[in-house]
């Protein structure tokens, strides 16, 4: 029901920042494109696909996987209905395609409970 597009992706050096963002539109004209949790998630060659930050319909609540905590920070712009997530002081270990995806609940953040999913945009830091 809802068409991600996500940007921002590519390779830096470790220490330092990227922006993503990703921009959410409604596949029918009588839906509302900003009432719906977004998320980002990543998934590195190999392994699970993990939630790394969501972000509640409205704005003013959010969630950080611990491995992020303190450098990243997810937000949205209900107007522009679009989602960012910051990523400073960037480490190899962020490396990973970064998936853009939204839900109709709060409070969890499986695979599974997500329904609309980006293409997903690469992310590499180097050291």
């Known amino acids: 029901q809802v068409q991600l597009v996500e940007s921002g992706g590519g390779l830096v050096q470790a220490g330092f920042s990227l922006r993503l963002s990703c921009v959410a539109s409604?596949?029918?004209?009588?839906?509302?494109?900003?009432?719906?949790?977004m998320a980002w998630f990543r998934q590195a060659p190999g392994k699970e696909r993990d939630v790394v930050a969501a972000?509640?319909?409205?704005?003013?609540?959010?969630y950080y996987a611990d491995s992020v905590k303190d450098r990243f920070t997810i937000s949205r712009d209900i107007a522009e209905n679009t989602c960012y997530l910051q990523m400073n002081n960037l480490k190899p270990d962020d490396t990973a395609v970064y998936y853009c995806?939204?839900?109709?609940?709060?409070?969890?953040?499986?695979?599974?409970?997500?329904?609309?999913w980006g293409q997903g945009t690469q992310v590499t830091v180097s050291s």
């Open positions: 995806a939204t839900s109709f609940k709060w409070g969890s953040y499986s695979v599974g409970d997500f329904g609309s």
């Open positions: 409604a596949q029918t004209t009588n839906k509302t494109t900003n009432n719906f949790v």
């Open positions: 972000i509640s319909r409205y704005g003013h609540l959010t």
